[in-house]
């Protein structure tokens, strides 16, 4: 098992919250008539193909964050992070209360996440990310779209963890900068000594030793879409029942994985949407 068996539970426990909240944000903006906050536009693409703009801006999105981390363009990378997570928290905190109340709320997020950072601040926004960013392509998704989507998604992962490991290197530069999209739960804190020798004589250093868990934010996003393209068609609840399959599925790859490697999750929780999905009809249909 990569984690000890309580801080995977509480990281599936996180997954399965995040796409909770995630389907009621997703339910609230369906409707053509509900728009979103801050003159946002929903965005205007076909349903069989929004699979094309919306990989492409990924790809596109990925070049840029690279190339922020190969520069070490720091201060470039919180601006961007500030505000995708502003407009991402507006969206999502606007489907529970007022835009007077949602807009300093997600100011204030944003700074406890991002600025002054606090590990409950910033996994407590992570439940709440996802559904606003879902909020706006479920409505231009269909089941073909999303599943090609997926399919996309799994192959550019493995691509970057297995081949190019680019993936990983962009993990490492959110995790020492402390500004991570995705769930992050420290925790193994150890102190362990080592002898150094300096001018014939030898002292002890210690070096504190920190492991953590992580689930990055695309793991938790797209299958989000998949989730939501399912309430959408078929109502919130079957949509709830293909994210707790998809949960399983995420609790198999962390029992089956090996401590301190890294592993593409996006092919394992894409199988898990489409069993999610064929549990679903069983139940409902």
């Not at 078929?234 to 707790?244: A, E, R």
């Not at 401590?259 to 996006?266: E, V």
């Amino acid at each position: 098992m990569k984690h000890d068996l309580r801080i995977t539970v509480y990281l599936i426990l996180l997954f399965v919250f995040a796409h909770l909240i995630g389907l009621f944000i997703i339910q609230h903006y369906l409707p053509e008539e509900q728009r979103l906050p801050l003159n946002i536009e929903k965005p205007k693409l076909e349903e069989k193909t929004s699979y094309i703009p919306i990989f492409l801006a990924i790809l596109f999105a990925s070049s840029v964050a690279l190339l922020l981390v190969k520069f070490k363009a720091l201060g470039l990378w919180k601006l961007w992070f500030c505000l995708s997570v502003f407009f991402t928290l507006t969206i999502a905190f606007s489907a529970f209360f007022p835009q007077l109340i949602a807009i300093p709320l997600s100011l204030v997020m944003v700074f406890f996440k991002v600025i002054k950072p606090k590990m409950m601040v910033h996994n407590f926004t992570e439940m709440f990310i996802y559904g606003g960013l879902a909020a706006l392509f479920v409505p231009v998704l269909n089941f073909f779209s999303i599943i090609i989507l997926l399919v996309l998604i799994s192959l550019y992962d493995m691509v970057a963890v297995w081949k190019t490991k680019h993936m990983i290197s962009l993990a490492k530069f959110q995790s020492e900068s402390k500004i991570f999209a995705g769930l992050f739960i420290p925790y193994e804190k150890k102190e362990y000594s080592t002898p150094v020798k300096l001018e014939k004589k030898t002292y002890t250093q210690v070096k504190h030793l920190e492991r953590h868990a992580i689930l990055g934010g695309g793991d938790i996003g797209f299958p989000l879409l998949f989730s939501g393209v399912v309430l959408k068609s078929y109502g919130f609840l079957p949509g709830l029942v293909v994210s707790l399959v998809t949960a399983v599925s995420l609790f198999l790859l962390f029992s089956f994985a090996e401590k301190h490697k890294f592993y593409p999750a996006m092919p394992f929780l894409s199988v898990g949407c489409l069993v999610g999905y064929g549990v679903m009809h069983l139940i409902f249909l």
